[in-house]
C-alpha cells in the first residue's frame, strides 16, 4: 500500500475554508490528516505538509525552524496531540525542518502586515486568496528576487453554486434587498443603510402615513464589537428606517429566505 501524505493543518475548523480543506482530506484515502487551532510543533514534526491559514502568529512562530536543519528549543503549553482539548507543559527540543511548510495569506492579516516578521527562506509555499491581496504582500516583500524557492499560486475563495437555487431576476421590479454577511464593522453596513435611504426618497408622492416598499433584510450574527449593533440601530432610528430595514441573526434556510429577495448587496470595504 502506498504511504499516506501526512497533513497537519493549523487553524480554527469552523472557519468555512479551513472546514472545506479539511473535509477534503479526511475523505481522500490518499491523505492522513490532524488539526489545530495553532501551531503545534509535535504535529509540524510527524507531517509531510503542515499548512497553516492566515499569515500571523502561527506562521511566525512556524517559519523560525532553521534553514538548515538545526533544532530549536520550544517551550510553552500546547494542545496535547492526542486530545486536542488538553493543554499540556512542553519544554524540548523541536525540530519541523522536513515538513513541508505552507501558508495561505488570507486578507485581513496582510492589511495589517505581520508578513514582515515570517522567516521566507523557510517557507516552501504561499497561497493567496486574490491578486490584489497578494501584490500588497509583493510590494513590500519582492518574493521573486529575494525568495526565488518560494512557489506562489493564486487559489481564489469559491462558492459552490450546487448549494444554491438560482433563477432569472434581471426584470425583476421587486424592492426586497438581501444584505447576508457576518455583521462586523468591514461589512460596511452603514453605506448599506445609506443606500436603502435614497431608495426611499425616490418612492415620491407618498403620504405622510405610507411608508416606502423598498426593504433591506441584514442577515447575519453580530460580531463582538459591542458598539456597532447599537450604532446600526440608532442610524436606522434617525433616519427614519425602522419600517424599511429588518433585522435577522439567522434564517433557517438561505435558499429559502432568498426566494422573496429581488437583490443582494454587498457594501463591504474590503
Request: net charge negative; with cysteine; charged share 25%.
Amino acid at each position: 500500500m502506498k504511504k499516506k501524505i501526512k497533513i497537519f493543518l493549523a487553524d480554527q475548523p469552523v472557519h468555512k475554508t479551513t472546514g472545506i480543506l479539511k473535509e477534503h482530506w479526511e475523505t481522500d484515502d490518499r491523505f492522513e490528516l490532524i488539526c489545530d487551532p495553532y501551531f503545534n510543533p509535535f504535529k509540524a514534526e510527524w507531517a509531510d505538509i503542515t499548512w497553516i491559514e492566515w499569515c500571523e502568529g502561527s506562521m511566525i512562530h512556524a517559519s523560525e525552524r532553521k534553514s538548515d536543519g538545526s533544532q530549536l528549543w520550544v517551550k510553552g503549553m500546547f494542545n496535547d496531540f492526542n486530545d486536542p482539548g488538553h493543554k499540556i507543559p512542553v519544554d524540548f527540543i523541536g525540530d519541523w525542518y522536513n515538513t513541508k511548510l505552507i501558508n495561505r495569506a488570507i486578507d485581513i492579516d496582510v492589511w495589517y502586515p505581520q508578513f514582515h516578521q515570517v522567516e521566507w527562506n523557510n517557507v516552501d509555499g504561499l497561497t493567496y486568496i486574490a491578486k490584489h491581496i497578494f501584490e500588497l504582500m509583493n510590494e513590500k516583500m519582492d518574493f521573486s528576487t529575494h525568495y526565488p524557492k518560494l512557489k506562489m499560486k493564486h487559489i481564489p475563495l469559491s462558492i459552490d453554486t450546487n448549494k444554491f437555487n438560482f433563477r432569472d431576476r434581471t426584470k425583476t421590479h421587486g424592492k426586497n434587498i438581501a444584505f447576508v454577511n457576518h455583521l462586523w464593522g468591514g461589512k460596511g453596513i452603514p453605506l448599506a443603510l445609506q443606500i436603502i435611504k435614497k431608495l426611499t426618497e425616490q418612492d415620491c408622492g407618498l403620504t405622510e402615513n405610507q411608508n416606502s416598499n423598498w426593504k433591506l433584510y441584514i442577515v447575519g450574527d453580530w460580531c463582538n464589537e459591542m458598539w456597532l449593533q447599537g450604532y446600526i440601530r440608532h442610524m436606522i432610528s434617525e433616519m427614519n428606517l425602522d419600517n424599511n430595514v429588518i433585522i435577522q441573526n439567522r434564517v433557517p434556510d438561505v435558499n429559502v429566505f432568498l426566494e422573496d429577495m429581488d437583490y443582494s448587496l454587498s457594501t463591504s470595504y474590503k
